[in-house]
Structures are given as C-alpha cells and as structure tokens.
C-alpha cells in the first residue's frame, strides 16, 4: 500500500540527492528515510537508486516514479487543502435569533456587511423578545442571539457588543414635551405604553418605575416598538425606547424626548450562544463582522 510520507521521502532524495539532507528536510532520522526507500522498493519490485560512498543516482525505473509520484504528491495536497477549504470556508446556513429593538433597528446593516463579504452564507433570523431568544439559544434552535436584556440562564456564554440608550418619549402635542427639564417627580401618575413581559426594555421600564418610586396611572402593554410608537404619537401616554428605535420618528417631529433632569437611562445590548457553537466557523465569522461594526470595550463605558 502506497503511503504519502514514502512518496515525499523518495521525491526530496531524489532532488537534494543526499540521505542526510532529506532527513533533516522532513524532520525524520536517516534510517526512517531508508526504511521508506526500502519499502517502495520492494512494492514496485524495482531498484531505485544506485548507490556508492561517492554517489546516488536515480535508476530509469526511479525516474518513471519520480515523475508519477510529483503528480500523486501534488493532487493529494490539493485534494487536502479544498477539503480542508471545505470545513473552514463560509458557506451553509447560520441561524440569528435577536430581540426586536436589535433584530429591528441594529441588526439589519450588519446582515447587508455580512452577507456582501460572505455571499455563499445563508442568513436566517428569527425575530422574538429577549427571554424567546435566550430559550431558542439554550434549545440550539439558533446559532447565536442578540439580547437587550439580561439573562441568568448558566447554559449560555454572554457577551456585550454595544451600550445602548433610552429615552422616555411622549407626543408632541403632550405638556411635558415643551418643558426644557422635566424631573422624575413630574413623571407620577402618568400613562405608559410599553413591551410585554420578557422584553429587555420592558424589564428596563420596570426597573426605572421601581428604583424612582414612580406610580403608574395605566400600564397599556403592546409587544410591537412600531405600535407602541403610534399610540404614543396619538397621545395615549409615555413610553420608554432604544435611541435607535425613536431617530426617524424624532426628526420627523412625531414624537419628542422627555429631557429628563440628570437621568441617563443606558443599558448593555449582548450576543449570547451556547458553548457548542463557540468553534463553529459561521458563529466565529459572525461574532467578527459584529464586533468590527459596533467595537466595544467593556469598561470603558457607563452603566
């Protein structure tokens, strides 16, 4: 049975023309180098070389090896190399669960940069709250999440990728919209329009109502940013909403942001999967695209 490393041996003797040199080439001892030889000789039952203390010639049957065994060397190399090209190459499905303000607003013109470098790749996102992402992510119903909120869930690997804003927002027609600064006192008693339960901005708004005391008139809950922002804009209440989600609504005049007097409201937006999907060359390609269009460094920004 012909072996690759006896092919390799015989094809560097015979172009270096010295035992010694060929071991030192393929990192093996003389005798290996020999042994490979020897065995090619005895299946092709032929002599390969002429041999003496001042010489080594290739005999007429080693040059029709020779010649062979370039070829066999080459295409085995070429072969290893698209199979190896094969596994690590772009190319199949990849499978994005994300969280509707980032799967709405965020993640679109990072799928555009994903998708021109990697044209073979096939983009699948399933759209959800943040706690339907973390459970999709923990069921490997998808290769990797974007979450607004935050998650216990020990299962899964989690990342920050981006700090992200929020704004208590109301009509413009509303009478704290025209107050240069409003307090948190003013924000009592007030009517608000909000994500349902396990939406990370929902979670957001709760904690801002708990933290400030804050009593709430109605609580309208709409599991869509886009209602929640056309029923805000028909001036049924407040809401609390990602920077991004509000920007063409706020230069279209139809809603205005609430200026809070020192209150910054920001939070960590975060990529998560489970520890399986670590090596998988999609999951990898993806974590890369995302971290080169909204670089981040943990610790450098406010909480």
């Given at each position: ?7 390799k ?21 003389q ?6 030889i ?23 049957t080693?040059?029709?090896?020779y010649?062979c065994?370039v ?8 072969t290893?190399?698209?199979?190896l ?13 994300a ?7 965020i ?26 992402v ?17 998650t216990?869930?020990?299962e899964?690997?989690?990342?920050p990728?981006?700090?992200?804003e ?5 009509s413009?027609k ?36 708990r933290?400030?005391g ?15 922002k ?30 809070l ?11 998560v ?8 060359q999609?999951?990898?390609t993806f ?17």
């Open positions: 049975m012909l072996q690759y490393d006896a092919l041996t015989f094809v560097t003797l015979v172009e270096v023309k010295n035992f010694t040199k060929t071991a030192e080439i393929l990192l093996m001892s005798p290996s180098v020999s042994l490979h020897k065995n090619l000789e005895k299946e092709f039952q032929t002599k390969l070389f002429e041999r003496s203390p001042k010489y080594l010639k290739v005999t007429p080693g040059e029709i090896l010649d065994a070829q066999m060397i080459t295409i085995y190399e070429q290893r190399q698209s199979i090209d094969h596994h690590h190459s772009i190319k199949g499905d990849l499978k994005i669960g969280s509707f303000t980032i799967g709405e607003y993640l679109p013109p990072l799928l555009l940069d994903v998708q021109k470098t990697h044209p073979d790749l096939v983009l699948q996102v399933t759209i959800g709250n943040t706690e339907e973390v459970e999709s992510v923990r069921r490997y119903q998808v290769d990797i999440g974007l979450i607004e909120g935050q216990n869930d020990k899964i690997s989690v990342h990728f981006m700090e992200d929020l704004f208590v927002v109301a413009a509303h009478p704290l919209a025209h107050k240069e600064k409003v307090t948190i006192k003013e924000l009592q008693n007030q009517a608000w329009i909000t994500r349902e339960v396990g939406s990370g901005t929902r979670e957001y708004l709760d904690h801002v109502i933290s400030n804050l009593k709430v008139d109605t609580l309208l809950t709409i599991s869509s940013n886009q209602a929640i056309e029923t805000v804009i028909s001036g049924m209440g407040l809401t609390l909403l990602s920077k991004c989600v509000l920007e063409r609504d706020l230069q279209a005049g139809n809603l205005s942001i609430i200026s007097d020192k209150e910054v409201f920001k939070r960590t937006l975060s990529y999967y489970s520890p399986v999907m670590k090596e998988k999609n999951v990898k974590i890369q695209a995302l971290n080169n269009k909204y670089p981040y460094q943990e610790g450098e920004h406010g909480s």
